[in-house]
């Protein structure tokens, strides 16, 4: 394990409580929580570039209905993939953009809205019960601390599922 990587391990660590009140070690992710359709989907923090509000899509002819367009941010033309629309949903108008690295390639995601940022310990999140086709993007689900529940989003599939 290189030095980066020990100290990012070291980041994701933090103190906890297990049952008998003895503090441990609990090895947790930060999920930035995006909306989409009513429902709250985590993204890996560490996916995550930047958050755009108001910004022009351009868009483009002969791909599939769930990329929108693509963005010119910063001159790095960035495709933008309609959330709502890649689960087979409506889109909706008023939405933000969350630019996101996958695979070393930047990618953009249309989302009805940002929530917050949270950090679940690995061993919360559970696997999906049943693979239904808009769950093809979801790798897990976990309760959230505050109450409801968040969809572990696959940004990997998004391009490939």
Do not use: F, W
């Amino acid at each position: 394990m290189t030095e980066q990587n020990v100290l990012l391990e070291d980041m994701r660590t933090r103190p906890g409580m297990d049952r008998d009140g003895n503090m441990v070690e609990v090895q947790a992710t930060k999920y930035l929580i995006c909306l989409s359709d009513g429902l709250r989907y985590g993204l890996d923090a560490e996916q995550v570039v930047e958050i755009i509000t108001d910004h022009t899509i351009t868009p483009l002819p002969c791909v599939p209905e769930y990329v929108r367009g693509v963005i010119n941010l910063r001159g790095q033309i960035i495709p933008v993939i309609d959330l709502r629309l890649r689960l087979g949903k409506m889109p909706q108008e008023d939405c933000c953009i969350m630019v996101v690295n996958v695979e070393n390639e930047s990618i953009s995601i249309l989302v009805d809205g940002v929530e917050k940022m949270v950090d679940i310990p690995k061993g919360a999140i559970l696997p999906v019960p049943t693979q239904q086709s808009n769950q093809k993007l979801v790798s897990g689900m976990c309760s959230l601390p505050g109450g409801g529940t968040m969809l572990i989003l696959d940004c990997d599939m998004l391009l490939h599922g």
